[in-house]
């Protein structure tokens, strides 16, 4: 019986990040669902900016804390595992309901609250994700160097939503990670396919909050403004930010 199951091939050279990151995922445990750098490599394709680390969710960690103890080289953290090769693997434990379910949990304790979306959000992410094979390729000769079947990783709308979230976490802590992140979301709304009414899968408050925060930080004049500013140091490849715009109108038009 043929597969279903999309292949995304991605290039790197041999014993570089991008093979390292594939061969450990092939080895993670097939619950933990892939987010981060990697899911929007695998989402939008290349070339887009390297990744270091592997970031996942998932609902039992406990479970899986034995395997992944057993396959890295050091635990930093209850849920930051370091493999011999320099990547790390940081590991974000969802809530036990759905997103639905948690969302109104918030709400009618007075939020959500930021924090409380991103709860709602990697939740949300973590059940809707979807399988891939995830190949890397030698970039000269195009030969295989490693292979991931069959991995659970979040879709474009989730990792957008996920981002949406994030980013105002990240105010005056990280600034690099916020134009990072805002880089991300660009690439994602823009080359990602989405849709119109692919968001409307969403829990109402954080689609409320993914619209408006699409709309504010790249259609709005002076928000668009804010994010060229702390995007443009992502230069491979560049952000077209007049795409990104259109894409966003597009996305969020109603029929």
């Known amino acids: 019986m043929t597969s279903s199951v999309d292949t995304v091939v991605l290039s790197g ?9 594939v061969e450990i995922l092939a080895s993670l445990p097939a619950e933990l669902c892939l987010i981060g750098g990697l899911a929007v490599l695998c989402r939008v394709g290349v070339p887009h900016r390297t990744t ?3 970031d996942v969710v998932t609902r039992s960690l406990a ?14 953290d209850p849920s930051r595992y370091s493999f011999a090769d320099g990547v790390d693997l940081d590991v974000i434990e969802v809530a036990p309901l759905d997103a639905a379910q948690v969302e109104a949990g918030f709400v009618d ?9 991103s709860v ?45 979230v994030v980013v105002p976490l ?20 823009s080359v990602g396919r989405l849709r119109p009414g692919d968001l409307d899968a969403l829990p109402a408050r954080l689609r409320a909050a993914t619209e408006e925060r699409l709309h504010e930080w790249f259609v709005d004049p002076s928000g668009r403004d804010r994010t060229y500013r702390s995007v443009r140091r992502f230069d491979e490849p560049q952000l077209d930010l007049d795409d990104v715009a259109d894409a966003v109108e597009d996305l969020l038009r109603r029929a």
Do not use: C, F, N
């Open 109 to 117: 304790s007075g939020g959500p609250t930021d924090l409380e979306l």
């Open 63 to 76: 479970e899986q804390d034995v395997d992944l103890r057993r396959l890295a080289a050091t635990v930093t």
């Open 170 to 189: 990240r105010a005056g802590l990280r600034s690099e990670k916020r134009a990072s992140d805002l880089y991300d979301l660009g690439r994602l709304v």
């Open 13 to 21: 050279r041999p014993g570089g990040t991008t093979h390292r990151e």
């Open 52 to 54: 270091v680390d592997l």
């Open 120 to 164: 709602v959000a990697h939740t949300w992410a973590h059940d809707h994700a979807t399988p891939l094979d995830v190949v890397a390729v030698d970039d000269r000769t195009g030969e295989p160097l490693a292979a991931a079947r069959g991995r659970r990783v979040a879709t474009t709308v989730g990792l957008v939503a996920m981002k949406i």
